[in-house]
């Protein structure tokens, strides 16, 4: 069975291909000749990942899944949220969202947070989603060069590193994207 990963990252698509039964192969973006911006108007993380699945069923006909995150902090009311990528403005800038984020919590006392990674995976007409969290805080300064986004400012709860200090099959554990993976391969390996 061929079935879409809505991404381009080869990295992630091995990662994966690796971990499902080897009757599904994978597909990425490219390999079906989808090369033009999937669009992701939806206001949520969750919209966003259903509505990039849903695009890809609809004009190539593969079954297919997407994945979409952001950063949720407590103190500015679960922003930057689906706007993650483009906090700081439109070249997604990660040491500019940092910045933006850094100088938003100046003088505030809850640094709480979370990452949510929401999985969309349309697949014989029927559309799930598997939703991966991991809370943390966001640090004073940044730290750690590992990793990409907003990793060397949040600390996920019982460590000590930020995520750009944990090696990388460390934070895929713990990592939000590392648990809403988990759940898509539990539920295509039954
Ligand atoms: P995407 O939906 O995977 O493209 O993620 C949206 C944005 O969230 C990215 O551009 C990053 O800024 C941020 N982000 C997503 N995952 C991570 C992560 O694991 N660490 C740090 N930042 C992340």
């Given amino acids: 069975m061929k079935l879409v990963f809505a991404t381009n990252n080869l990295n992630k698509l091995k990662e994966v291909q690796a971990l499902i039964p080897s009757k599904i192969q994978l ?80 003088g505030k006392e809850n640094r709480n947070a979370q990452f949510k990674t929401v999985i969309a995976l349309e697949l014989n007409n029927k559309l799930v989603t598997f939703t991966g969290i991991c809370e943390g ?27 750009a200090e944990l090696p990388m099959a460390e934070k895929n554990k713990i990592s939000h994207r590392g648990k809403a993976v988990q759940q898509l391969i539990d539920f295509l390996s039954h």
């Fill in 137 to 163: 805080v966001i640090t004073l300064d940044k730290r750690g060069d590992k990793g990409f986004g907003y990793d060397p400012i949040f600390q996920p709860n019982g460590y000590s590193e930020t995520f």
């Fill in 27 to 106: 597909l990425s973006l490219n390999a079906i000749g989808c090369n033009e911006d999937i669009p992701e108007t939806s206001p949520t993380i969750e919209g966003n990942a259903k509505q990039k699945a849903q695009y890809i069923k609809l004009n190539y006909g593969y079954d297919c899944f997407a994945d979409d995150t952001g950063l949720e902090v407590d103190a500015i009311n679960g922003a930057p949220g689906v706007y993650s990528a483009r906090y700081a403005g439109e070249t997604k800038d990660a040491n500019a969202n940092m910045d933006k984020l850094l100088n938003e919590l100046k």
